[in-house]
């Protein structure tokens, strides 16, 4: 038997370019068939949740709940967390009870990286602070394949609070990772030009950058992370970012709208927006559920597999 530590999803690039490909290829057989409801049969998983979640706590729940796994979740405020009890004795305590996998959300950047140092199993990040979002980044990369048919070479812009969107950092990573083409787009107060890179670009002018993109990501501004005088005036933002009919009309025929959620009406997009057969916020809900099956399968089934 082999000691090999376990492999954990703190952001996309915990796995390589071609793993990428392998879950998405996963989660797309097992939206299109019935999976075996034993493959994690026996395999305890903890729902660790600090901050409030709906879409990602349920999806990860039915995901767990479908690959047969043992399920348990409760409110960390009545864990020994909120007691003093530091990360690693929490770690140590979990691990001991035969807890194989923490499925984590915190607001602190950093925490499920400091959680898996001492857990002797597998650490899913569900989000983290303005760090890393990675199955929001899976299944978002999901959608795009389904509608394109690839990935290489794909135009997205990311529009909106770049600076602390964990969804936007973990999709310049993975997009990067699979060849896609990323343009950032928002107010130098909420995207500073430190994002650009050799794939990522920056534009502050969004209609010119509508016509030329293959998907365009909406983000929300992130009121509860944004420090005071980095907000702008919401009639400056909405003139300037705003996705409404008279840019639908801008963007080409076979572009698709994305957006993880939850949205804000009237700010960074309209009704129509979301009404628009281009907008894809349902599919991404609906495939969130088959990106975190093959995520709790690839990290249980490798290690049963190299052990």
Known sequence: MRNVPPRNLIDVDDVSPSELIALIDRATV???TVPPRDLLAGIPVLNLFFESSTRTATSFTLAEQRVGADVISFAPGASSLGKGETIADTAITLSAIGVRVIVVRHHE????????????????NAGDGTHAHPTQALLDL????????????LRVAIVGDIQHSRVARSNIVGMGM???KVTLVGPRTLLPDS???DHVRIERDLDAVLPHVDAIMMLRIQRERITSGLLPSLDDYTRRFQLNPARLARLSKDAIILHPGPYNR???????VLDDPRSRY???VHN????????LEFLINSARVTA
Do not use: C, K, W, Y
């Not at 950047?109 to 899913?124: M, T, W």
């Not at 009237?266 to 129509?272: A, F, H, P």
């Open 142 to 153: 999901m959608t795009l394949r389904e509608h394109a048919g690839r990935l290489e070479g």
């Open 30 to 32: 097992f939206n299109q």
């Open 195 to 197: 994002f650009e890179s």
């Open 109 to 124: 950047s950093g925490f499920p990286r400091r959680l898996a140092e001492s857990f002797d199993g597998h650490v899913i």
């Open 178 to 180: 699979l060849g896609v």
């Open 266 to 272: 009237g700010v960074e997009l309209t009704d129509e």
């Open 288 to 295: 969130g559920v088959f990106v975190r099956m093959a995520v």
């Open 282 to 284: 349902v599919v991404q």
